[in-house]
């Protein structure tokens, strides 16, 4: 049997995770007798891996350290993200991939992007295959309702892509509503010691729970099982974050608020709609105003994710919200206008995998 091992060893948000399984399983679609292992930073959430059967082995590297001593040395393929041979990210991931290059040996590895000389890989929606257990007790603690559920993720990695407090609120009272008897599942997490969402407190979780009745505190839940709560939600809401990609991986439309540097570039066969900000300079990871730049270095938001910029969208926002719940938009449309509206800003080829993932078959 042929192996492969996907050197995906990065920064350990939960988006880097997601994008070495999405390879891991094209790969495993293509030849399904490939053995495919995966190389991950032990920081990051090692457990998604699980949800993942066609992965046969994970390892995980600490970046300060040496080589994980279980890691087999040969391999037939080695297929080692492209972002790691830049020399640009932090000195210890240079230095464990510097390592790693003159540690392994392996008959073929990408050069970049250019996969010419390993097995073929076919472009299919990544499916998290949760634990029974996780999704049963989703299911004790969301039982099945008529009126619509979200999830919702009020705070991402940065606190300077975080909204405010009053925005949620504004959204939330927004939803019940028109929803009287709708809920809302908070996804998110304080555990410093992994990806944490920044930019909300304990008591801002309190104050929206108290408010709104039908609010559901999911905070520190576990990763799989607020995915598994999730699962359970019609709609995602969430600024930009890697864990609403693996929202996406379990078959959940997503209502990303788009701001500052990065843009949504993943489509997982499921509807996404981002309502852009009017800033031209979006996404601002080629070019950043001074005042921007610094109010980053200063850890507060930037003009496009303040109070005064999201509530302007809010009815864009709440339009996009009841068109994703009715199912009046469905992926292919969205997937077409969000490539179209990005390919303004940045041209073409901005979303991953373009145009494969808007094949007659890529659904999830």
Known sequence: MRSLLINWVYFRPV??????????????????????SLLLNAES????????????H?????????????????????????????????????????????????????????????????????????PDAVRRRAAELLPDISAPRLSVLPAAGSQMRTPSLEFWSALFAEFFDRHGDGEIVLLGSFDQSRSFTRGITREDVRTLTRRFPHVHDA?????????????????????HSGMSFAVQAVGVPWLALAAQQWYEYLLNG????????DCPLYPCYREMYDDCAERIRRGVRTPCIEDAAL?????????????????????????LAHEAALAKLLGPESIVDWPEVVADGYLF
């Open 15 to 36: 988006g880097h995770v997601v994008e070495a399984l999405r390879l891991a399983a094209g790969f495993a679609a293509a030849d399904p007798e490939l053995e495919i």
């Open 311 to 335: 509530l302007a969208k809010l009815p864009a926002i709440v339009s996009s919200m009841e068109a994703l719940l009715a199912g009046s938009i469905n992926y292919r449309d969205a997937a």
């Open 219 to 239: 905070f520190d839940a576990g990763l799989l099982q607020q995915l598994a709560m999730a699962e359970r939600c019609r709609l995602h809401i969430s600024p």
């Open 58 to 130: 994970v390892y995980a590297a600490d970046v300060r350290q040496a080589i994980p001593g279980d890691l087999p040395r040969d391999w037939d393929y080695v297929f080692t993200d492209p972002r790691a041979a830049t020399g640009r990210e932090s000195r210890d991931l240079d230095r464990f991939h510097e390592a790693f290059r003159k540690w392994v040996h392996a008959k073929a590895v990408n050069r970049g992007w250019d996969v010419e000389t390993l097995p073929a890989r076919a472009v299919t929606p990544l499916h998290l295959r949760l």
């Open 270 to 277: 499921v509807p996404l709609v981002s309502v852009f900000p």
């Open 45 to 56: 959430p090692l457990e998604l891996a699980e949800c993942v059967p066609e992965i046969a």
